[in-house]
């Protein structure tokens, strides 16, 4: 069962934020620092689209973290006024430049490795997850094999191939 947004006695401080950031926006958003001393990407996503708008959570990787943190508020209040973002749809209204983001839905067993907040306010209750992939300066996204080796190198393909 999902957390009851209203029952935040006991919790630390960081747990009760989430939720009353979800009962106040509709969602919260986690960025994840790259650990200390290890290559690898940033990334950001939203707890509550789901729980809130019936929209898919989402997750994005490979740019400045704030970045990241943007694009899912950007998508988020692009949801909350009735969008939808599908998996394996492009859309060009989410990046500057005229880039085009496109959506792919991540498998299950990725859930835990990336979102694990996600999980703990979700409990039991299965979500969607889509991953917000940013393409190469040519427009090519990191599933095609002429794509910019740094573009694939950040977004890792979380979705079942």
């Not at 929209?55 to 009735?82: D, S, T, W, Y």
């Amino acid at each position: 069962m999902t957390k009851i947004l209203e029952e935040t006695t006991g919790m630390s401080e960081p747990d009760a934020k989430v939720l009353q950031d979800i009962r106040e926006f509709g969602w919260h958003v986690t960025g994840v620092f790259g650990k200390q001393g290890e290559e690898g990407s940033e990334w950001a996503f939203p707890i509550g689209l789901f729980h809130s708008f019936g929209h898919p959570e989402l997750i994005v990787f490979g740019l400045p973290l704030q970045r990241c943190m943007n694009i899912i508020n950007e998508i988020g209040n692009a949801v909350k006024v009735g969008k939808r973002f599908l998996s394996g749809e492009e859309y060009p209204d989410i990046l500057a430049d005229s880039y085009k983001c496109s959506f792919r839905e991540v498998t299950l067993h990725q859930y835990r490795n990336y979102v694990g907040y996600a999980l703990w306010f979700y409990e039991d209750d299965p979500f969607p997850l889509s991953q917000c992939f940013w393409p190469d300066k040519e427009g090519r996204f990191p599933w095609d094999e002429r794509c910019n080796e740094y573009v694939k190198s950040v977004q890792p393909l979380l979705f079942a191939q």
